[in-house]
């Protein structure tokens, strides 16, 4: 009982306070805080579930068509799932929550997505797209100049928002997961939520223990959900 109320109450402090963590080598603590986690993202997701479900059953909510994963087949979608999706997921999501620099593009380029999203105006895209690229190319040199002491300092003081940021984006784009839907309807909320919390139980472990591990944990959690969702289909 007390590893898990030590796991939640470091994971909780954190989440009250994001900031950049010294790497951690203890094994112990690794596979405790992987193992609740994932225990924690299961309830989560089967409370956003159940939610969904009583919604849906007295029609409070549209119901939209979601993306066949087993359109190829269960072992691609396994496939797909435990290993793919968590490296190139972690890799564009995560990576930047260690690198000052890399996060400033992650932040631009997604920002530049984001906004596009909003609107079907391809001039009004070409001009968002124009306007963030330009203001990375002028804020970046600008970074270069900067001592490594600075440019730490500088991402220490916007790491709340990175990270933050970083898991709404994250769930975000699982939009595209449900054909249709899109932030016009206000339960799309719903829809990304679990990959919202998913993003920052991912992004702690990131920040705590590395990249690799937090890939481990993105793996670990589609093993369970896509098997359960072969046989619940």
């Not at 193992?35 to 549209?62: D, M, P």
């Not at 972690?90 to 690198?99: A, C, G, H, P």
């Not at 040199?141 to 990270?163: D, T």
């Not at 590395?210 to 046989?231: D, E, R, T």
């Amino acid at each position: 009982m007390n590893l898990i109320i030590e796991t939640f109450s470091a994971y909780w402090q954190f989440l009250k306070r994001p900031r950049l963590l010294k790497l951690t080598n203890n094994r112990t603590m690794l596979w405790k805080d992987i193992s609740w986690l994932l225990i924690l993202n299961f309830a989560f997701t089967g409370v956003v579930g159940l939610i969904y479900g009583i919604l849906l059953r007295y029609s409070l909510i549209n119901k939209y068509e979601e993306f066949d994963i087993f359109k190829y087949g269960f072992i691609i979608a396994l496939i797909f799932g435990t290993i793919a999706a968590p490296v190139l997921e972690e890799s564009v999501f995560r990576w930047q929550l260690r690198k000052p620099k890399v996060s400033i593009w992650f932040v631009l380029i997604s920002l530049s997505f984001l906004l596009n999203s909003f609107t079907s105006n391809e001039y009004a895209k070409f001009f968002i797209f124009i306007l963030l690229f330009i203001a990375g190319l002028l804020v970046f040199p600008l970074i270069e100049k900067l001592s490594r002491m600075k440019i730490v300092q500088l991402f220490r003081g916007y790491y709340v928002f990175l990270f933050y940021y970083t898991a709404i984006i994250f769930g975000y784009v699982h939009i595209t997961n449900i054909k249709g839907l899109t932030i016009a309807d206000p339960s799309f909320v719903l829809y990304i939520s679990s990959q919202i919390f998913g993003g920052l139980s991912m992004g702690y472990i990131r920040v705590k223990y590395g990249l690799w591990y937090s890939m481990l944990l993105h793996g670990c959690f589609n093993a369970v959900v896509i098997p359960l969702a072969w046989v619940l289909t």
